[in-house]
């Protein structure tokens, strides 16, 4: 006889199953309860959120400039940020932290094993995070049974990636400062030729230099085309000298600018060992395990009595 599979239908094989329905259900909470209860590990959640600052405002054009009118925002750009994410996600820092705190035995990974290297990675960014927050702040976080420990990662990896943020544009300065004593030995050696020119030639047609009633330089000698030759020579020296004088101005100022050693992040929040778990949550644990086998039940006795019914009317 066919028989329409209704609701009607579906209550009575629920009615009949109800026990068996219950039973699962009930074992599945203790069961996962036990679970969540000895056997899941618990997780404590540490954080750091800082601002990358506008590394423009430790250049020597905007330290020693006085008079320049133009206004500095002391937070970085989103490219800043953006530039700082990257560096928080970079195998670089995630790999000298798994080094520096051996990660490989904190996660009781066989480092016998092949691609135990790879294995201990994606463990750590399992629970390691580096985002963008909603109000353009950076954020780095991770997840740890160890609540010390995953505090001290994470202020570990924020040191990281300050230095890593300031060691390009440092390196650049370090590399213009370099060129810039090059280019100041070689007007010295040029300074000092014009000097040895100018004793010789001097010397040889008796040529004497004085200051005027109005402060200017005179100079005198017997012979008209060694005059000028010597103030030719003069005036070069000095032009030289000037450019010499301007060059070891900058040179000092980026001096200044490469002792600096100002944070490029604005930290407002440095990580702490968290108190408290964070996960697992255990009543959410065994709540939405009842659910599923509660629900997986009822789906499998319909389905069960719908095969029987159809195996009756073969």
Not at 87 to 108: G, M, R, T, W
Not at 161 to 178: E, G, M, P, S
Not at 290 to 298: D, N, P
Request: charged letters at 25%; aromatic letters at 10%; a neutral charge.
């Amino acid at each position: 006889m066919n028989k329409e599979f209704n609701l009607v239908e579906a209550i009575r094989v629920l009615l009949k199953w109800k026990w068996q329905i219950v039973g699962a259900t009930a074992a599945s909470a203790v069961v996962a309860a036990i679970f969540a209860l000895f056997i899941m590990d618990e997780y404590y959640y540490s954080w750091s959120t800082f601002y990358p600052t506008n590394q423009a405002m430790t250049d020597r054009t905007t330290i020693f400039n006085s008079e320049s009118a133009q206004q500095l925002e002391y937070f970085g750009s989103k490219g800043d940020i953006n530039r700082v994410l990257t560096i928080a996600n970079s195998i670089p820092i995630i790999q000298s932290v798994i080094d520096s705190f051996d990660l490989p035995k904190h996660y009781e990974v066989d480092t016998t094993k092949k691609y135990w290297r790879t294995i201990v990675r994606k463990k750590f960014e399992k629970n390691y995070s580096a985002i963008r927050t909603e109000h353009d702040a950076v954020e780095i976080s991770l997840y740890d049974t160890d609540p010390k420990l995953a505090a001290e990662i994470v202020n570990t990896i924020v040191g990281k990636i300050d230095r890593l943020n300031k060691q390009h544009i440092a390196d650049t300065k370090r590399k213009v400062f370099n060129l810039i004593g090059k280019q100041i030995g070689d007007m010295q050696n040029e300074i000092g030729t014009y000097n040895d020119s100018l004793a010789d030639l001097g010397e040889q047609y008796k040529i004497r230099v004085s200051q005027s009633s109005d402060g200017g330089t005179v100079v005198d000698g017997n012979n008209y085309k060694a005059v000028q030759q010597y103030k030719s020579m003069m005036s070069k020296q000095t032009g030289i000298s000037r450019e010499l004088n301007n060059l070891a101005s900058i040179r000092g100022q980026m001096e200044v600018t490469l002792e600096n050693n100002e944070s490029s992040l604005f930290v407002l929040e440095q990580a702490f060992a968290a108190d408290r778990r964070t996960k697992p949550v255990r009543w959410l644990v065994v709540l939405v395990t009842t659910f599923i086998v509660f629900f997986v039940s009822i789906i499998g006795v319909l389905l069960i009595e719908q095969i029987r019914e159809i195996r009756e009317q073969l």
